[in-house]
């Protein structure tokens, strides 16, 4: 990987750390522990999507499997599941370290960016479908169902309609750092997205919509809707975490690939 796109990847990671920390340092209920090394995010729920550790050096090496150990250990003698999140390239000896210590890849994305200022949006939405940020209590649990949807009558779908209760309405809803998008049809919350506005950064997350509103263009127009709120709001760098299927999607609207981003799982080690 080339300084360049080191720089980018640490840029991605670091907005990521922004979003996976920016409520838990709010809320009693959540902990963050920081060290020169890792950050760990646990926040109060048997959660994957919210529970996270990212690795700050360059390269997990086999000498670091202690530091690693201990973040795995600490959640499975929760019983709770958490994600880790590695930015580094396949070629690293990361990837055999975090096997070596019985973690499972859960699946791969890849870490994209783009200047803001260069971006066009495409504002041709779909006539039925209105966007906004979220004004209400309302509108936040309906964020939080589309996004638990997702996830089917899982523990975890529940767990995610959770997380969003933590924290008070008027936290969300007045939040400097993350703001919340939800998209209606006939009153009916059918797509979300979310901005986290770090300090180097504006990072896209949550693009979802209802399995029965797919096809009808809905996550598009979120997605453009996102970026031209972006642009309102600051210049600079954008990022994202693509799918292997969406990755197209963003390079016709500006983004470049940086890295891929493997995250790995614990579930299997205490269920």
Known sequence: MTTELKQLAQLVRANFI???????????????RKTADFIR???????????NSVWLKEQVKPSDTGLIEETVEYFNKKQYPMALWSWEDRNSCTFETL?????????????????LDAL???????????????ASARDIEQYADVLASLFGESL????????????????LL?????????????????????LIFAPDSVGIYDIATRQECRGRGFGSAMFNFLLAEARKRRTGRCVLQASPDGINI??????????????????????
């Open 174 to 194: 007045n939040h400097s750092v993350m703001k919340l998008f939800i998209g209606t049809v006939q009153d009916d919350v059918v797509s979300t997205g979310c």
């Open 156 to 171: 975890e779908a529940a767990n995610v309609r959770l997380y969003f209760n933590k924290p008070s309405a008027a936290q």
């Open 18 to 32: 922004t979003r996976s920390t920016c409520l838990a340092k709010d809320s009693g209920e959540m902990n963050v």
């Open 120 to 134: 066009q949006p495409d504002m041709n939405c779909p006539a039925e479908l209105k966007l906004k940020e979220v």
């Open 99 to 115: 096997r070596n210590l019985g973690l499972n890849e859960a699946e791969i994305n890849i870490a994209m960016y783009a200047d």
């Open 41 to 51: 995010v646990d926040c109060g729920l048997p959660s994957d999507t919210f529970n």
């Open 250 to 271: 963003y390079k016709r609207s500006g983004f470049k690939p940086v890295c891929e981003v493997t995250v790995y799982e614990n579930r299997h080690l205490f269920e």
